[in-house]
C-alpha cells in the first residue's frame, strides 16, 4: 500500500487528473442521483402552477405523480442513449476532448435549471435533467477509460476506485447542499438543481492542463513522440523506471495494429472472452440490486427508532453518505495490496450476512428496546462492504479484463446494465416494499450471495497483470486443467500470434526506449 501511495506521490499531475476528471466526471452522476430528494415538493409546486396559470385548472394528484416520475427517469433514459455512443465518442475524438466537450451538455443543463423557476416552466427542468443524464452517461465510461489509460499498471487498481469515489462524493454533496441551511430552500432550490453547472465549468477551465491518454495517443493514433511526452508528464520522475511499461505497451500497440476495434455485437460473440463478459453482466447488474437503495430508505426508520428526532434524521443521513465516502478512500489505499478478487468477495459475501441480520433485527425491533441500535450499526456495516468492494471494483472491470480493441464494447455494456437498473430500481422499487416491506432485503440477499458465489468459482486475480495475461487466467479457470486450444480466428490468439513474431521488433523497441 505504501509503495504504491509513494509512486503516486511523485507523480502530480496524474494526481490533478484524478481530482479535474473527477469533479466534472462520475461526480455529475452521484450529484444527480440524490439532488432531487430536498427540493421535490417545491418542483411539484411549480408543476401544479405551470398548469394552474396555463389552463386554470390544478392537476389531479395521479397526474402530478406521473410528471415528478418523468423528471427523475429522463435522467435515466439520456444516460442510457449516452452510454450507447460514448464508448464511439471516445474512440473517434479522443478521451481529453470527449471529456472537455461533454461540459457543454452539464452547462447547458444548469441553464436551463435555474431559469426554469422565473420561466415558470416545468419542462425546462425535463430537457435539463434529459442533459444531465447525456452528460453523465458520457462521464461514466469516458472519465473511467480515460483514468484507466493514464495510469501505470500497479496504480490501476487504485486509480480505477477512485471513479467510485467521485460517485459517492457527489451523492454525498447532493445531500449536504440540499440542508435548508444551505440551498435546499424554496427560494434557492434553483441553485441546488444547477450546481452541476458549476463543476462543469471547473473541469473545463482545468482539463486542457492534462494530456491526451497514453494509451489512445500509441494504439488509437499512432503518435508514439505524443505518448511519450504524456507518459512522462503523467508519471513523473523521481527515478521510477517505467520503460517495462512502455515496452508492454509498444508490443500490445504493434500486435493491435490491423486489429479493428470491436463493437458490442463482436464482444457477445466472441467465444473466448465468453467468461469475462459474464462477470461484467453479473457484477454490474447486482451492483445495483444488492440493496443499497433499500438501506438508505430504511435507514430513517432505523435511526428514528434509535431516538433520533425526526427533524434531526437528514442529519444523521449525511453520516451514512460520509461512511460510504471514508470507506472509498480505504478501498482505494487497500486495493492494490489485497486485490479484487478479494475485495469482491468480501464485499457481496459481507452485504449477504448484514442484510440477513437487517431483515432479522427490523424484524425483532418493535419486539427489543436495544434492537434498533443493532440495525443502526447493519446499516454501516453493509454500506461498508457495499463500498469497499463492489462499488468500487466493478466500474473500472472492462478496463482490466479487456484488451484495447474490446474495451469500449465492455464498458458501453457495463454502463448500459447500469443505467436499464436504475430506471427499473427508480419505477419497481417503492412498489416491492410497499408490499414487502422490510422482507424486500431477501432478494438483494439472494443477488449478493449468488455474485458472491459467481466471483469465487469463475473470476481470477487481475492484481498487476495485463489485458492478455487476465484472458488466459480466465481461460485456464474454465479449460479443466487442460491446455487451452485457442481459436484461430479469435482476436486474442491473433494478438498472440503477432506478438511471437514481434520479439524481435520488441527488443528494438526496448532498445530505442532505454536510449
Known amino acids: 500500500m505504501l509503495c504504491a501511495l509513494g509512486l503516486l506521490l511523485q507523480s502530480p499531475l496524474l494526481i490533478a487528473a484524478i481530482f479535474i476528471t473527477g469533479i466534472g466526471g462520475t461526480f455529475q452522476y452521484g450529484l444527480q442521483i440524490s439532488v432531487l430528494t430536498s427540493p421535490s415538493t417545491f418542483i411539484k409546486e411549480l408543476v401544479n402552477r405551470t398548469c394552474v396559470d396555463r389552463y386554470g385548472l390544478p392537476l389531479e394528484p395521479w397526474q402530478l405523480s406521473l410528471i415528478w416520475s418523468f423528471i427523475v427517469s429522463i435522467f435515466c433514459i439520456g444516460g442510457l442513449l449516452a452510454s450507447l455512443c460514448a464508448a464511439r465518442l471516445a474512440n473517434a475524438y479522443g478521451r481529453k476532448r470527449c471529456l472537455l466537450l461533454n461540459n457543454l451538455l452539464a452547462i447547458s443543463g444548469a441553464l436551463l435549471m435555474l431559469l426554469s423557476k422565473t420561466a415558470g416552466s416545468f419542462e425546462m427542468i425535463l430537457v435539463g435533467r434529459f442533459l444531465y443524464g447525456l452528460n453523465a452517461g458520457i462521464s461514466l465510461t469516458t472519465h473511467t477509460m480515460y483514468l484507466l489509460e493514464c495510469s501505470p499498471k500497479r496504480l490501476r487498481g487504485m486509480l480505477g476506485v477512485t471513479v467510485t469515489t467521485f460517485v459517492s462524493m457527489g451523492k454525498f454533496t447532493g445531500q449536504l447542499l440540499g440542508l435548508s441551511e444551505l440551498l435546499g430552500t424554496e427560494d434557492r432550490w434553483p441553485w441546488l438543481l444547477g450546481f452541476s453547472g458549476f463543476t462543469g465549468l471547473l473541469q473545463l477551465l482545468t482539463l486542457p492542463l492534462l494530456p491526451e491518454s497514453p494509451r489512445y495517443l500509441l494504439l488509437i493514433r499512432g503518435d508514439r513522440k505524443a505518448c511519450d511526452n504524456a507518459i512522462r508528464r503523467l508519471w ?147 454500506i461498508f462492504f457495499f463500498s469497499s468492494g463492489p462499488a468500487g471494483i466493478t466500474a473500472p472491470l472492462p478496463g482490466e479484463i479487456f484488451t484495447h480493441s474490446y474495451k469500449g464494447a465492455g464498458f458501453t455494456i457495463v454502463t448500459t446494465i447500469n443505467w436499464i437498473c436504475l430506471f427499473l430500481i427508480g419505477m419497481l422499487f417503492p412498489l416491492i416494499v410497499e408490499h414487502l416491506q422490510y422482507f424486500c432485503f431477501l432478494i438483494f440477499l439472494v443477488f449478493c450471495c449468488g455474485t458472491g458465489l459467481f466471483v469465487w468459482f469463475n473470476v481470477p486475480e487481475t492484481k498487476n497483470r495485463t489485458a492478455l495475461e487476465i484472458t488466459a487466467e480466465f481461460q485456464r479457470m474454465h479449460s479443466k486443467n487442460k491446455p487451452t486450444v485457442e481459436d484461430k480466428d479469435s482476436p486474442t490468439a491473433e494478438i498472440r500470434n503477432r506478438n511471437k513474431h514481434l520479439k524481435l521488433s520488441e527488443a528494438d523497441l526496448s532498445m530505442s526506449t532505454k536510449l
Open 236 to 382: 513523473g520522475g523521481g527515478g521510477e523506471d517505467h520503460s517495462s511499461e512502455v515496452e508492454d505497451m509498444l508490443a500490445e500497440g504493434a500486435a493491435l495494429r490491423g486489429v479493428r476495434m470491436r463493437g458490442v455485437k463482436d464482444l457477445l460473440t466472441e467465444p473466448s472472452l465468453r467468461w469475462q463478459v459474464l462477470t461484467i453482466i453479473v457484477t454490474s447488474t447486482t451492483l445495483q440490486l444488492c440493496g443499497i437503495n433499500a438501506v438508505y430508505l430504511y435507514s430513517y426508520d432505523v435511526f428514528s427508532a434509535a431516538g433520533i428526532p425526526s427533524n434531526q434524521l437528514r442529519y444523521a443521513a449525511l453520516g451514512t453518505g460520509l461512511c460510504e465516502i471514508a470507506t472509498s478512500i480505504t478501498c482505494v489505499l487497500l486495493i492494490e495490496s489485497t486485490g479484487r478478487r478479494v475485495l469482491l468477495l468480501r464485499g457481496f459475501f459481507g452485504m449477504t450476512v448484514a442484510q440477513g441480520l437487517l431483515t432479522l433485527t427490523l424484524y425483532l425491533q418493535t419486539l427489543l428496546s436495544w434492537m434498533p441500535y443493532c440495525s443502526m450499526v447493519l446499516v454501516f456495516i453493509f
